[in-house]
C-alpha cells in the first residue's frame, strides 16, 4: 500500500456506479408494478419509479444533455402529486407507458423529415463505420418508419388502456405483452435484414442486442 493515501475514484466511476443502477431498476420496475397492482400495494413501484427518474436523470446530466433537467423536473412533479393524492399513485403510474413510446414515435419520425437522416441509417452507419448503398438507404428508412408506427400504435393502445381497462389488464400489456412485441419486432427485423442486407456483415442477435445497448444515442439524433 502507497503512503499517499486512499485512490481518488477513477474518472468515470459515478457514471459507472449509475448505469449498474439504471440495469437493476430498469426490469425491477414492471415485476414491481405488476406485483402491487395485484397485492394492491403500489408505494414500492412509485418508489423505483422514482428513483428510476432520479438515476436516468444524472446519467443524462452527467453526459452533458441537459434533457436531464426535464426528467428530474418530472420527478419533483410525480412527488408532488403523489402528496397532493394522499399517496394514491394509480393515475401517476399508467402516465410513463404512454409518454415512453409517445416520446419513441417522435424520436423515430421526426428522423423522418425531409432533410433528416432517418434515425436507423445513423445507427447502421455508426455500426459498420461507413455509408450505406442505396438498398441499404431505403431499408433503413423503412425500419425507421416502421419503429415510428409500431411506438404510434403502442401508444394509442397505452393510452386506451390508461382510461378504460381494469388495473391487471392495464399493468399485463404495458409491463409484460408490449416489452415482448418489442422484442420480437427487433428479432424479426434482423432475421429480414441479414437477408435484405447480405453483404453487410450482421453480428449474432445477440451480438446485435449487446451492441444496441453501447450505442451512446446521444451522439446520434
Request: glycine share 8%; charged share 10%; proline share 5%.
Amino acid at each position: 500500500m502507497s503512503a499517499g493515501g486512499p485512490a481518488s475514484p477513477t474518472p468515470g466511476a459515478g457514471q459507472r456506479w449509475l448505469r449498474r443502477m439504471l440495469l437493476l431498476l430498469l426490469p425491477a420496475y414492471p415485476l414491481t408494478l405488476h406485483l402491487g397492482v395485484i397485492e394492491g400495494r403500489l408505494l414500492p413501484a412509485t418508489v423505483v419509479l422514482l428513483c428510476l427518474l432520479l438515476v436516468s436523470a444524472l446519467l443524462m446530466l452527467g453526459s452533458g444533455n441537459r434533457g436531464g433537467w426535464l426528467l428530474l423536473i418530472a420527478m419533483l412533479a410525480s412527488a408532488v402529486w403523489m402528496y397532493n393524492l394522499h399517496g394514491d399513485p394509480a393515475p401517476l403510474l399508467r402516465v410513463p407507458p404512454v409518454a415512453i413510446n409517445g416520446i419513441l414515435c417522435l424520436l423515430f419520425g421526426t428522423t423522418l423529415t425531409a432533410g433528416r437522416k432517418p434515425l436507423i441509417t445513423r445507427f447502421a452507419e455508426h455500426m459498420h463505420g461507413h455509408a450505406l448503398d442505396d438498398n441499404a438507404l431505403r431499408y433503413t428508412r423503412g425500419v425507421t418508419l416502421m419503429w415510428t408506427s409500431l411506438f404510434a400504435l403502442m401508444t394509442a393502445e397505452c393510452l386506451l388502456l390508461a382510461l378504460f381497462a381494469g388495473a391487471e389488464t392495464w399493468s399485463l400489456f404495458t409491463n409484460f405483452v408490449n416489452y415482448a412485441v418489442v422484442l420480437l419486432a427487433f428479432f424479426i427485423e434482423y432475421r429480414i435484414r441479414i437477408h435484405r442486407l447480405a453483404d453487410l456483415q450482421h453480428p449474432g442477435f445477440t451480438g446485435f442486442l449487446v451492441a444496441l445497448s453501447r450505442i451512446e444515442w446521444r451522439k446520434l439524433l
